[in-house]
């Protein structure tokens, strides 16, 4: 008997081939290997008690391959074939037989998030829209006022897309392992007035049923929630879910526009085209690991597979770390909707707080040092003048040392000029051939500032502990193991040096091994009660110091390292000539500025004092009064204010003050005043406020009918602070309210005619 592949060029391979007999049962009775000529024999005995037989790939293959890639005959029909001697087995078929390799790849990386980047994609996720079809989410609305306000004093409320795009530093994951899933989806478009509108929007509902309500900031403002009760909403074992994220704005888009554009709308969100009801279950196909890089590139074989015209495979991922005993999903993108094409260069981001990732440093080039990142900002965000020594820089302008000179929408969460405070986290970039000419230790400074950017009395060093995790690699998993890195001291040969700390470079670490991403090398605390930087002696009407904060690098002997051709430092100690050059970011990516100079200082101005927000008084008709229970009688054109304090000490760290007031329970409300401007600091007398008419609180934003008369009143006022230590962008606060009461008193008239009766309606 002979086999004869149909369509197969000379030259061109075969695939191995099988002729198995089956009983009644399922049996295996014999199973035979096709020749290279395609020649086989079938006993006669053998296919006399089969039931089947079954023509397809080799038996080295046989357990992974699915039933419908075979050929299946039954045994009376297959003895007919034999008999002609000839079995023609088609090209569309036996191409089948052949194992087919399929590959993935991409990238794994670690993104840190502040918790203020949590609560804010809570209140966007949430936030109502403008638009439909724009999609453009509401600013904050401010009321007119007395004093200007420049405009982008007043941040606007960011949208969810440039939340979920906000500048962030990613780290690439080096250990770990890599699951590959498939599933299949038939994803019919939508058709105007199409059936599954009503089944889109409840899923959509039930989505938005387990999001609590966001308390709302401005009526009073409070500290907000715990980001911790949205991650899990919105994040799927460290990945991010953003189609949780985006219902409400798909359900409130889907419900107010035309008819006619919500195919349109569907058809061009996957996530909404392909859901589950049209998507089989995902099925794990294969795994593999991450390589030193970061990236992945996972191949499997399989036969291939036969899909109904309309359907399509995609693929998901779930990312796994060993972190000794424990293995840790970081990564879920099966329960959090991300679904790539197989080939599509997958870019799986994890916000899981346990994920290990490891650090990038470089390799072989110039040798250099430049201050990296303050938190989570950008270096090159720092205002600071150029150096004019070691340790001064030029003298300073009016916003010189402060955070986001620009502003914009991904620069200080759309504030500019705000002020540094708390503890500030350094991340200093060392190039690993700092290693080959010598370098060892670094030390920070402080200095206080005078107005010409010059060192004012004696320098105060950083003292804090420190140390790195490094992550190991060991066999399935990775140990994370903490390396102390100071502070040291040395002798040198004129004095001894102290509060030196060791560069942490790759190069140190040996074999198998990583520095975690994401550490800083100084944590500097601004408000620290043991050093003078922290300024106790700032009094309201007066500017916090501007101070100048010092890098510099020494041997592991102690001598302190300076750039070829550049000055003396005249610090302390003895120092010698190295083959580096300090430098300073000017912009996030692209070129630096070179530094002439033995050591790198920039100018800092922070200012840790707090906002105050105080309401004095309540006003009707201007007339004060500090009565703790008032009852306010008068006209509908009697006017409510009030007398407060609302300022920074420093006006230009107060990012605006609001006065608000609410009407009862759940009723209208209303802002009296939003201005970036001081009022009431002492000694000052207390500001008054901007006034509303009675009949406009009682009526805003709809009349009732019958007219209301009377109503219970909170009054907010909120004062918000533009501090940040570059980690956190969100604002601090200060607030105070009142409560009290309005009610229009009754119209007097004349005395009527025979009843002496002076009220009337």
Known sequence: MKLRLQGLKPGEERPDVTVSAFDRKGKCLVSLVVDEDGTFKLPANVLKKAHRVRVGPGDKV????????????????????????????????????????????????????????????????????????????????????????????????????????????????????????????????????????????????????????????????????????YNPLFLRDGALDEQSLRANQDLQALRSMPAERVAEYINTRPYLLCRRHSCGSPVKVAEGTIGPDGRFNICWSEFPRLLRVGCHEKYAYKVKQKIGPFTVTIYNGVAAGHWYDQDDKASLKSYHPWAVACRDNGGAGDAFVYLDEIGDTDSSLLK??????????????????????????????????????????????????????????????????????????????VTRGLSWKKAVAVSGGVDVVPVTLGPYSTTAPDEPQANLYEIPFDGDLGT???????????????????????????????????????????????????????????????????????????????????????????????DNRDVVASIKDLRMNGLESDEECQFLNGTYSSTFGIGYRAYHPWELFQRYHKISWKRGLSGGSDTMLVTSLNVGVPPAAVGAGPTHTFGHMLDHPVASTPPRTKCAFTVFLTTYNKRTDGDNLSFSWASDSAAFALDIAPTVCPPCPGTGDKTGG
């Open 62 to 229: 046989a357990q992974d391959v699915p039933s419908d890639v075979y050929l299946t005959y039954r045994a009376v029909d297959f003895g007919s074939i034999l008999e002609a001697g000839i079995l023609d087995i088609g090209r569309g078929v036996w191409e089948g037989w052949f194992f087919r390799y399929r590959c993935v790849s991409g990238t794994v990386s670690r993104c840190r998030r502040s918790s203020w980047w949590h609560v804010e994609l809570a209140r966007a996720a949430l936030r109502p829209l403008v638009s439909p079809d724009s999609m453009i989410l509401p600013s904050r609305k401010v009321a007119a006022i007395g004093a200007p306000v420049i405009a982008d004093q007043l941040s606007t409320a960011i949208g969810l897309d440039d939340l979920i795009a906000w500048p962030v530093r990613c780290s690439k994951i080096c250990l770990g392992t890599v699951e590959v899933y498939r599933r299949v989806c038939c994803c019919e478009p939508w058709v105007f007035r199409d059936p599954r509108l009503d089944t889109l929007l409840e899923d959509l509902e039930d989505l938005l049923n387990g999001i609590p309500e966001i308390p709302d900031l401005t009526n009073p403002p409070g500290p907000g929630p715990d980001p911790g009760p």
């Open 512 to 606: 198998n091994a990583d520095w975690e991403a994401d550490q800083y090398h100084v944590y500097l605390n601004t408000n620290s009660s043991s050093k003078q930087w922290s300024d106790p002696g700032a009094v309201a009407g007066q500017p916090a110091k501007r101070h100048l904060v010092t890098i510099e690098i020494f041997d592991a002997t102690g001598k302190r390292l300076r750039p070829n051709g550049t000055p003396s430092t005249g610090l302390p100690g003895a120092e010698i000539e190295a083959a580096f050059t300090f430098r300073r970011k000017i912009q996030d990516t692209g070129p630096t500025d070179m530094v002439p100079f033995g050591a790198l200082t920039h100018l800092f101005w922070w």
């Open 384 to 461: 600071t003048p150029g150096q004019t020594n070691a340790t001064s820089v030029g003298e300073p302008d009016a916003n010189d040392g402060l955070a986001f000179p620009a502003g914009g929408p991904h620069d200080g969460n759309n504030v500019h000029d705000r002020n540094w405070g708390g503890t500030l986290k350094l991340a200093i970039m060392f190039s690993e051939s700092m290693r080959t000419i010598g370098a060892k230790y670094y030390r920070v400074s402080v200095t206080e500032a005078d107005d010409d950017g010059n060192p004012v009395g004696v320098s105060e060093y």
